[in-house]
């Protein structure tokens, strides 16, 4: 499979490497690294899938393009448009020419992610009562210096959308809306720290997310019938570690089984692996998950100046 990449910065570099012998060209107006200044000015028979690095604003125009002459397409989370129309247009097309069009969350392919998914899916832990993740980098100067990326409801949809794709992951659906916890803008003008949660009488959701946190950590604890679920840490945060924990009735200490990988970031290999085997399939196109993040966080977007205020 030949495959361009489209918006060569961080993003973008990564997605170059891994691509490996695959990569043929690199489109970006402004970088001189790069072969192309538009998407239009490639050889439309020169490669057959697009790795779309690019921020918000263009995705639709890019992708329709794109998947209008019938190239598979992977963008960088998270698939935005501000009328949810879009979206299922481009899912209709995508469908149409019968081509992959794919969301990348790297995330969902960190190993102790897979861990907890398999687990909670096992059903071994029972209902689950708690999911709390906490996500926080320490960018916000380097975000608060960005035309582009400070603005907005900032941390929310950066970081945001990766605990939200989480929370699919490992639940599946969620039916319980989530709403703003608390919002803050302790350094940018965008909020730069959001705590939301969803919850019922059965189960409770809470997200946090900051970029405040000068050393980047990654927590999740899950609370169930027979026990808990732990991760601290990812793996290019390393040590990365997954905990288990095996409830005692009537009450006690309970056994605790450990998994602590030292490792160098697994996630973006193997995700480009994954989007090889979609195309090489002609997986169908579905981005209900996409329409369901955007309504999401386009909901509690609305609802942060009222939080950042109070």
């Known amino acids: 499979m030949r495959v361009i990449v489209v918006g060569l910065g961080v993003q973008g570099h990564k997605r170059r490497r891994f691509a490996g012998a695959d990569y043929v060209a690199a489109v970006d107006p402004v970088n001189p690294e790069a072969d192309f200044k538009t998407v239009r000015a490639v050889p439309v028979d020169s490669y057959d899938a697009a790795l779309c690095c690019v921020p918000d604003e263009p995705k639709f125009e890019l992708l329709s393009y794109l998947l209008g002459h019938g190239k598979h397409v992977l963008v960088e989370k998270p698939l935005w448009s501000d009328d949810v129309a ?13 081509l992959v069009c794919y969301t990348a969350y790297n995330h969902r392919f960190e190993p102790h992610f897979v861990r907890m998914r398999n687990l909670i899916t096992s059903g071994e832990l029972g209902p689950i009562y708690s999911v709390r993740l906490f996500y926080g980098n320490g960018t916000a100067r380097l975000v608060r210096d960005s035309a582009w990326r400070d603005e907005g409801a900032g941390v929310l949809p950066d970081l945001g959308s990766h605990l939200l794709d989480t929370c699919r992951f490992w639940l599946g659906n ?15 003008r965008a909020p730069d720290h959001v705590v939301v949660a969803s919850g019922t009488a059965r189960q409770r959701i809470e997200l946090e997310m900051t970029l405040l946190s000068w050393r980047n950590h990654f927590t999740c604890d899950v609370f169930a019938e027979r026990g808990s679920a732990h991760i601290e840490s990812l793996c290019k945060w390393g040590p990365s570690t997954f905990t288990r924990r095996t409830r005692i009735l009537p009450s006690g200490y309970p056994p605790e089984e ?5 490792q160098d970031d697994p996630t973006w290999a193997a995700e480009y692996a994954y989007f090889k085997r979609l195309c090489k399939d002609r997986a169908r196109a579905d981005l209900s998950g996409d ?20």
């Open 291 to 310: 329409i369901w993040l955007q309504a999401t966080l386009s909901r509690l977007a609305t609802a942060i100046p009222a939080a950042s205020a109070a």
């Open 258 to 262: 450990r998994v602590v990988l030292v």
């Open 86 to 98: 879009q979206l299922r247009e481009i899912e209709s097309v995508a469908r149409s020419h019968d």
């Open 174 to 188: 969620i039916d319980a809306p989530f709403r703003v916890i608390s919002a803050n803008r302790f350094e940018n």
